[in-house]
């Protein structure tokens, strides 16, 4: 037997708990019976997480655990594993770790060599997937996009040629500005869906190009508020195609007037394509 085996055996188990993104119904009976029975439970928002365990008539002792004190916090969860006692890791919605805290905590237990559970339920992302009618057999999911405007653009640009669906989370107020920069960094369009206020009554999807969806968004008294899953469309392959031979137009006349490693320094400057990319196609386009 090793080590990991022994020490899963004599300390306590982390569960990974995923509790509902708005419909409280959606919460699994097998998480309220693990959230009933731990020996305490670690909330991202301890008041928040208050009223699901009050809606489901479990009274346990609870502790903060949340991006601010993470670190300092997992101290404390990891002794309670050590003299045994089961611990459940909950978010204030969805799958904790997927944009939530949670990521140190559990590398650490694993590291350690206690046993780390998943207790499978609600998760925005996938739950606003399955409802797009977007391809899903390859997505990315970015998370958060920067809050500054320039940095956010960078990261789209960065993006732009990525075939697979690319998923990311935004907040009501930031909504009409990230689909805007959408729209001007990949084409009025480019093919976006929105979800909005998942499970809960005023459940919303925006689809259509870019373009037309920022209109709607506008035209919406609503379309501003509660959380966003924001789903584009890949580049399509004559979006790729287009793009190579811009990115080839652009190198061949920097070429003309520059050595190749300039000419990529610029052309990735101007592109937002990667400069050693572009420096073995400088060299490629130089020696035809």
Same mark, same amino acid.
Do not use: W
């Given at each position: 037997m090793n080590s990991e085996n022994t020490l899963s055996e004599q300390g306590g188990t982390l569960y990974i708990v995923a509790t509902p993104i708005g419909n409280l119904d959606d919460m699994s009976p097998r998480a309220a019976a693990i959230l009933?029975?731990? @020996?305490?439970?670690?909330? !991202?928002?301890?008041? *928040?997480?208050?009223? #699901?365990?009050?809606?489901?008539? =479990?009274?346990?002792?609870?502790? @903060?655990? *949340?991006?601010?004190?993470?670190?300092?916090? @997992? /101290?404390?969860? #990891?002794?309670?594993?050590?003299?045994?006692?089961?611990? @459940?890791?909950?978010?204030?919605?969805?799958?904790p770790l997927i944009s939530d805290p949670g990521f140190v905590l559990v590398r650490e237990a %694993?590291?350690? /060599?206690?046993?780390?559970? $998943?207790?499978? /339920?609600?998760? +925005?992302?996938?739950?606003?997937?399955?409802?797009a009618g977007l391809p899903t057999d390859r997505f990315l999911f970015e998370g958060f996009l920067p809050a500054r405007q320039g940095a956010?653009?960078?990261?789209?640009?960065?993006?732009?040629?990525?075939?697979a669906t690319l998923v990311f989370y935004e907040s009501p107020?930031? =909504?009409?500005? &990230?689909?805007?920069?959408?729209?001007?960094?990949?084409?009025?369009? %480019?093919?976006?869906?929105?979800?909005?206020?998942?499970?809960? &009554?005023?459940? &919303?999807?925006y689809a259509g190009h870019a373009a037309g969806v920022r209109e709607n968004i506008e035209a919406d008294p609503h379309g501003s508020r509660g959380e966003f899953v924001v789903m584009v469309h890949g580049a399509s392959?004559? !979006?790729?195609?287009?793009?190579?031979?811009e990115?080839?137009?652009? #190198?061949? #006349?920097?070429? +003309?007037?520059? $050595?190749?490693?300039?000419?990529?320094?610029?052309?990735?400057?101007? &592109?937002g394509r990667?400069?050693?990319?572009?420096y073995q196609r400088a060299l490629e386009l130089k020696a035809e």
């Open positions: 009933s029975r731990v @020996a305490v439970i670690a909330a !991202e928002d301890t008041r *928040h997480s208050g009223r #699901l365990l009050q809606h489901l008539g =479990i009274s346990k002792p609870m502790m @903060a655990l *949340h991006e601010h004190n993470e670190r300092d916090k @997992a /101290g404390q969860v #990891l002794e309670k594993l050590a003299a045994g006692q089961d611990v @459940a890791l909950i978010s204030d919605a969805g799958t %694993r590291a350690r /060599g206690y046993r780390v559970s $998943p207790v499978p /339920g609600a998760c +925005a992302l996938i739950s606003a997937l399955s409802a956010r653009k960078t990261a789209l640009e960065r993006l732009a040629r990525e075939s107020h930031r =909504i009409v500005d &990230t689909v805007r920069d959408i729209e001007q960094v990949m084409g009025a369009e %480019r093919e976006l869906v929105l979800a909005r206020e998942l499970t809960k &009554t005023f459940e &919303t999807f392959a004559e !979006e790729l195609s287009a793009s190579s031979a990115v080839d137009r652009v #190198l061949v #006349l920097l070429l +003309a007037e520059l $050595p190749v490693k300039k000419a990529a320094k610029l052309a990735a400057e101007l &592109t990667s400069k050693n990319e572009l």
